[in-house]
């Protein structure tokens, strides 16, 4: 244990990160009980440490780059799965206040034993659909909504933006090749009251990622979300 907590604050601090020994637990804390819920439950297909720590923490982390994280933001991750990247903006960032919202009750479950057991605070776990949680007091009172559920943009822009508050933002955590996407999404972050801002790229190992940034610039008519499934199955063009 001692050798891959040290490795952990280590590759950290390459990436810029100066965390406490007790955030370096944490995460260590974190990636045993993903590792061990896995084995009952269908949580991620990525279980090696150092693909974890790359593709999941530091994945969830590098939002950083984009978005100034050190701001008391209340932020909403949607489609949160197996936590990502609500779990580790949160150890990372203490100051935030997060919601992570997830439509299998089992992951929801595993969650809030995760954030029980790390201690963390200014946290929930929400079992819900987008489109039933948006038309309640969540609608448009975030700071900030990411998402790193698979879907294209115009689908994550139908769920996310309604949650948004005018002058907030949207990030989409998506694979470096975006172009096609951004520009069928146009039509839908119009609508929606959302407009790009920008994509910035950056190099993970060998893979490239994209955070697309849409800035939320007036109100999201009450039509949108549409019913659930709609949205995924009729993306705004």
């Given at each position: 244990?001692?050798?891959?907590?040290?490795?952990?604050?280590?590759?950290?601090?390459?990436?810029?990160?100066?965390?406490?020994?007790?955030?370096?637990?944490?995460?260590?804390?974190?990636?045993?009980?993903?590792?061990?819920?896995?084995?009952?439950?269908n949580l991620t297909s990525i279980i090696e440490f150092d693909e974890v720590l790359?593709?999941?923490?530091?994945?969830?982390?590098?939002?950083?780059?984009?978005?100034?994280?050190?701001?008391?933001?209340?932020?909403?991750?949607?489609?949160?799965?197996?936590?990502?990247?609500?779990?580790?903006?949160?150890?990372?960032?203490?100051?935030?206040?997060?919601?992570?919202?997830?439509?299998?009750?089992k992951k929801i479950s595993f969650l809030e034993e995760v954030i029980s057991e790390?201690?963390?605070?200014?946290?929930?776990?929400?079992?819900?659909?987008?489109?039933?949680?948006?038309?309640?007091?969540?609608?448009?009172?975030?700071?900030?909504?990411?998402?790193?559920?698979?879907?294209?943009?115009?689908?994550?822009?139908?769920?996310?933006?309604?949650?948004?508050?005018?002058?907030?933002?949207?990030?989409?955590?998506?694979?470096?090749?975006?172009?096609?996407?951004?520009?069928?999404?146009?039509?839908?972050?119009?609508?929606?009251?959302?407009?790009?801002?920008?994509?910035?790229?950056?190099?993970?190992?060998?893979?490239?990622?994209?955070?697309?940034?849409?800035?939320?610039?007036?109100?999201?008519?009450?039509?949108?979300?549409?019913?659930?499934?709609?949205?995924?199955?009729?993306?705004?063009?």
């Amino acid at each position: 244990m001692e050798d891959r907590l040290n490795e952990m604050s280590q590759k950290f601090i390459e990436e810029g990160f100066c965390f406490s020994e007790y955030q370096v637990k944490q995460f260590h804390l974190f990636y045993e009980m993903l590792i061990e819920k896995n084995k009952v439950m269908n949580l991620t297909s990525i279980i090696e440490f150092d693909e974890v720590l790359e593709k999941h923490f530091l994945d969830s982390l590098f939002l950083n780059r984009a978005v100034d994280l050190n701001a008391s933001l209340f932020v909403l991750d949607l489609g949160t799965g197996a936590g990502f990247p609500g779990i580790p903006l949160k150890i990372a960032f203490p100051e935030l206040k997060i919601v992570l919202m997830d439509s299998v009750k089992k992951k929801i479950s595993f969650l809030e034993e995760v954030i029980s057991e790390l201690n963390l605070k200014s946290i929930e776990a929400v079992h819900a659909r987008a489109e039933e949680m948006a038309n309640t007091s969540y609608r448009e009172k975030f700071d900030l909504c990411v998402s790193r559920a698979v879907a294209n943009l115009s689908t994550l822009e139908e769920y996310c933006l309604p949650f948004v508050k005018t002058g907030g933002k949207f990030v989409a955590y998506k694979s470096g090749n975006i172009e096609k996407e951004k520009e069928e999404s146009e039509k839908a972050c119009n609508l929606l009251g959302g407009r790009l801002k920008e994509v910035y790229k950056f190099d993970m190992g060998e893979n490239k990622r994209s955070f697309v940034i849409v800035e939320k610039i007036k109100t999201t008519p009450k039509r949108f979300p549409r019913k659930a499934g709609t949205p995924s199955k009729e993306p705004l063009r």
